[in-house]
């Protein structure tokens, strides 16, 4: 690819960062004995192996031993949703999830419904906000997983995590799993406090590590079934020789997304802000999706009676790459359930474009992506502002 | 943060008389030691209690989550401070209360007033501060003979003080006020339990590992290495002496029948365990010994092996059950390091049925045949000694990478 592209697609991946590749090809080079033997080098392997798992757990908050290296945001979503769920029968089968949750959580639920547990969805107002009264009412004697992700992934809007919490583990004893896929690096995510989650999701990708890397961390020692069996690897709950490279790599991008987080979220708060301002001078002819109280670096906005893909192909014409709704679910034709749930207006539902910033971003490609989108307009629509 | 000190109410050491000047400074000494990493704490020690003085939110959440492991307190309460007057001293108490808002709990406000010039009785304090909680949070209600609670408000001259958590301590007396020991630290799960018991009535030790290369591996040793460092949270440091065993436990399995190896073995174990104890100054030996666990450990084996020195040897695990055992080790978090799978000088050489009821008089006529007690002699001096808590060199190690 050119050098001169504007990438605005980061949430579906992101570019990792130099020194973790660095790191990747380190490892493997000089550190590539299996973990798991007992010899001086594959010990020196696992020592290295606990440092990056050490490292996880101490920006989470939480014992090393709770921290399982996985392959990625799908996995450990469906490991945490199966794990919980299987390894607790004889509290219930209840679950209770929200309608506007990655694939990877919603197809772990209907295949668990499948299987006779009981799954109820909770709704999300305009804004794609859950309602904290509606999780209460939810909750019941049987419930015992609640999973509701951090930020979503095709709107960018904030759940209340820490009411949600509270509410959860004073009114039932089910685990409260979280989706931190979009959220870590953006919004502060830890086991801190009596306010915050059992489990949570991570994926490296996302924040500019390798494609292939994520953990799910538990607060504290919990019962959960194991998800790959075999040479009882990670505890004995994901067997299969621990990729040390991607390990390491991943406990890399974790910390500099730690350390960037807050500069991070004001940068893309600011950009978030001046485009949202931006879109919404053209009035009639665009809807945003996301608000100013949403994540910070997630912006989804439709044009009226403009398809997605057409917009997608106007601005790669012009360098600009972004994505319709979320990447995942972009190569089918039905309109995104998330976009479903919010219940938008028709004549704007196919067409919902989402620009997601990194930080790698700069203000120049603010300002440029400003004056192309406004080219584009015109030429498509006919419209000046 | 409301919170200003912590108040630490001292273990069985309130009971211990003439002593009990060098527990408290013992007390005072080792909490400095197991929290230098938060230095510097200004600690207070009175005749009752002990405060510790909060500079910032890190202080305090380090010494609640850690001062439940440190022994010799009893319990410890966060106390909040505030002027001697009745509008501060309400205000102050919501604060304090503001923890058990969403709890059902009953609770009752005592009242210490050392200022006797204070205006109010005690009686009216707490009738006026008792009313004013009512008032603010509906799931707390009044049990005075067996609160859930006890909000506790101590009137000074200088200032008012108030707290009403109470967080249970560890017990026990302050590591080092009852001697010194050494620990026979093979790498299983027993021998670090037996260690923590008696830390936990204030005995510290330096450990010792009989190590066996090539029997046994580098690996096994840094286990053994690495549960010694992990006994140091517990307030102390420790030295491992590690003897050189290879030679002697040749000697022994072409000197004495396959069925007695075992026991001779472990008397030769103890004859140079002695040696060391005596050198370090120590009075006893710890052993994670435990009543029938395996053959070394029926009542006739103990007293064969026990037999080569008057030394007191202490056994806190003797009348314990294995998953008792187990119970603790995972408590202490040293069962996950003891589980490694690695041989340790006790496996290597195990015969297939060995003695459980070995007869002293048949062991010492077999031992008569050789002299051991040269090849003792240089396994103590030729001994590596290693220093605990250890520097963090591996983390340095992987800096680049990570």
């Known amino acids: ?385 | 943060m409301i919170w200003k000190e912590i108040l630490i109410r001292y273990g069985e050491l309130t009971t211990k008389g003439r002593n009990r000047k060098d527990f408290i400074h013992r007390l005072k000494m080792n909490i400095k030691y197991i929290f230098s990493d938060i230095a510097p704490l200004t600690i207070r020690a009175e005749r009752d209690r002990m405060y510790i003085q909060l500079d910032n939110e890190h202080q305090y959440e380090v010494l609640m989550e850690k001062l439940p492991e440190v022994f010799g307190i009893q319990s410890f309460s966060p106390v909040a401070i505030c002027d001697s007057n009745m509008d501060s001293i309400k205000a102050l108490s919501l604060q304090v209360m503001d923890q058990y808002k969403d709890k059902e709990i009953t609770f009752k406000v005592e009242v210490h007033r050392a200022d006797k010039t204070f205006p109010l009785k005690s009686h009216d304090i707490q009738n006026e501060v008792g009313a004013h909680v009512l008032r603010h949070f509906e799931n707390i209600s009044v049990n005075v003979k067996q609160p859930d609670v006890e909000l506790r408000i101590e009137i000074r001259k200088d200032a008012t003080y108030v707290m009403a958590q109470i967080v249970y301590g560890a017990g026990g007396m302050p590591v080092g006020s009852n001697g010194k020991s050494l620990l026979m630290l093979s790498g299983g799960i027993d021998s670090p339990v037996a260690g923590y018991l008696l830390m936990k009535r204030g005995v510290r030790f330096d450990a010792i590992h009989f190590f066996s290369p090539p029997y046994t591996s580098e690996q096994s040793l840094q286990k053994v290495k690495d549960l010694a460092n992990e006994l140091t949270k517990f307030g102390c440091s420790i030295r491992l002496h590690v003897i050189p065993f290879t030679e002697l436990q040749v000697l022994i399995k072409d000197t004495v029948p396959e069925n007695l190896l075992m026991t001779t073995t472990r008397r030769m174990m103890l004859k140079i365990a002695d040696r060391v104890r005596e050198e370090i100054g120590a009075l006893g030996i710890i052993t994670g010994e435990s009543l029938g666990q395996v053959a070394s450990q029926t009542l006739e084996s103990l007293t064969a092996i026990n037999d080569v020195t008057t030394t007191p040897i202490l056994r806190p695990l003797i009348s314990f059950d294995k998953l008792d055992i187990i119970n603790i080790a995972e408590k202490i978090g040293t069962y996950e390091t003891s589980i490694r799978p690695y041989e340790d000088c006790c496996t290597v050489f195990t015969p297939a049925s060995p003695k459980t009821r070995p007869q002293i008089r048949r062991v010492s006529y077999f031992e008569s045949f050789q002299d051991f007690d040269e090849y003792i002699e240089r396994a103590v001096k030729n001994r590596e000694i290693y220093a605990f808590p250890e520097k963090k060199v591996k983390e340095e190690k992987f800096k680049d990478l990570l």
């Open chain 1, 1 to 385: 690819m050119k050098e001169s592209i504007i990438y605005f697609d980061n949430s579906a991946t992101t570019k990792p960062y130099d020194e973790i590749l660095h790191t990747f090809i380190e490892v493997n080079k000089h550190y590539y004995a299996n973990p798991a033997s007992i010899h001086s080098f594959g010990v020196e392997v696992n020592e290295l192996l606990n440092a990056a798992r050490t490292q996880i757990a101490g920006i989470l908050q939480t014992e090393p031993k709770n921290v399982l290296f996985t392959s990625g945001g799908t996995e450990s979503n469906n490991f945490a949703i199966f794990g919980v769920a299987k390894e607790n029968t004889h509290i219930g089968k209840h679950i209770i999830t929200s309608e506007i949750e990655h694939a990877s959580v919603l197809e772990a639920m209907k295949s668990l419904e499948r299987e006779g547990y009981e799954i109820d969805y909770l709704s999300v107002n305009h804004d794609g906000v859950i309602s904290i009264e509606e999780l209460r009412q939810k909750i019941r004697k049987d419930t015992v997983l609640v999973s509701i992700m951090h930020v979503n992934n095709e709107v960018g809007s904030i759940q209340p995590i820490e009411e949600a919490a509270q509410t959860i583990h004073q009114h039932s004893r089910a685990i409260f799993h979280v989706d931190a896929v979009q959220s870590f690096g953006k919004l502060p995510v830890h086991f801190h406090g009596e306010t915050s989650p059992d489990i949570v999701s991570i994926s490296g990708h996302k924040i500019h590590g390798l494609k292939g890397t994520g953990v799910v961390a538990f607060k504290r020692k919990l019962r959960v079934a194991p998800f790959i069996v075999g040479g009882g690897q990670e505890f004995g709950l994901r067997s299969g020789t621990v990729a040390v490279p991607q390990a390491v790599s991943l406990a890399k991008a974790i910390r500099i997304a730690e350390e960037n987080q807050q500069q991070n979220y004001a940068k893309f708060k600011k950009w978030h802000d001046e485009l949202i301002d931006f879109l919404n001078t053209y009035q009639e002819h665009i809807h945003v999706l996301s608000t100013k109280n949403g994540a910070p670096h997630i912006l989804s906005f439709s044009v009226r009676d403009l398809k997605g893909e057409v917009i997608i192909n106007a601005l790669q014409n012009r360098n600009v790459f972004v994505s319709t709704s979320s990447a995942c679910s972009s190569k089918q034709k039905k309109t995104s359930h998330v976009v479903e749930a919010l219940e938008v207006e028709s004549a704007f539902k196919n067409g919902v474009i989402r620009i997601s910033f990194g930080a790698k971003n700069t203000n120049e490609e603010i300002q440029a992506f400003k004056n192309i989108f406004a080219e584009m307009m015109k030429e498509l629509k006919g419209v000046n502002k």
